[in-house]
């Protein structure tokens, strides 16, 4: 969801988003390196009506991983950038159904 109504060409383009996956190596010590980091193919972008929200479909997800989204190439109408163009969060678990 976005703040703004988005341009539909730079929303709906493949090239405006990188996502990306990876994992954390839990142990006793403080941090981990990104681990297992493998590219998210986008498979599909579809813009609401009110052009301001956008549903990504990608390839099958991963349970226990970090997804960072990223769309550095999606515009408003007035050709504005995004103030802040990543998103991450965690995947614990896919729910069945």
Do not use: C
């Not at 549903?55 to 515009?75: K, M």
């Amino acid at each position: 969801m976005f703040t703004k109504t988005l341009s539909p060409e730079s929303a709906t383009g493949i090239g405006s988003y990188a996502i990306k996956h990876f994992r954390y190596e839990f142990s006793g010590a403080y941090g981990s390196p990104e681990l297992d980091q493998t590219r998210v193919l986008i498979e599909n972008i579809a813009l609401s009506e009110d052009k301001k929200a956008v549903d990504l479909t990608t390839a099958p997800l991963v349970n226990d991983r970090v997804y960072s989204i990223t769309a550095n190439g999606v515009r408003s109408t007035p050709a504005e950038l995004l103030l802040h163009a990543t998103g991450v969060y965690t995947l614990k678990t896919i729910p069945i159904g």
